[in-house]
């Protein structure tokens, strides 16, 4: 049996990962994917310790979690699309669709 230590350093990886990823990119798919990565680390965490303490409870919250990313996920594709056909570029730095110049 793997400990425990294991996966909450896994999920500590690769949520630094998905966290080095947010601040570094500047590709909004890139930054939908870092942000997907931290949330599936919390979820590996969750998931962990609901099996160390034998209580269903944190693994349900893990589904909520990975239903909520998924409808995030879907509203931050659409507007990606709508963007890129309004701006045709997907770098977050050359957004600036509300300032008022």
């Known amino acids: 049996m793997v400990p425990l230590n294991w996966y909450l ?3 500590f990886c690769l949520f630094g990962i ?10 909004l798919i890139m930054l939908l994917l ?7 680390a919390v979820n590996l965490s969750l998931v962990a310790l609901g099996h160390y303490l034998q ?3 944190p693994q349900v919250m893990a589904l909520f979690i990975i239903g909520c990313a ?7 594709l659409i507007l990606l699309v709508i963007t890129y056909r309004n ?9 600036n669709l509300l300032r008022e110049d």
């Not at 870092?34 to 599936?40: G, K, W």
């Not at 701006?87 to 957004?95: I, N, P, Q």
């Open 87 to 95: 701006k045709a570029t997907l770098k977050v730095d050359e957004f």
């Open 34 to 40: 870092s942000i997907e990565i931290m949330l599936n």
């Open 55 to 57: 209580d269903i409870r």
């Open 70 to 76: 998924a409808g995030a996920v879907a509203v931050g």
């Open 9 to 11: 350093i896994l999920s």
């Open 18 to 27: 998905g966290l080095v990823g947010f601040l570094i990119r500047r590709n």
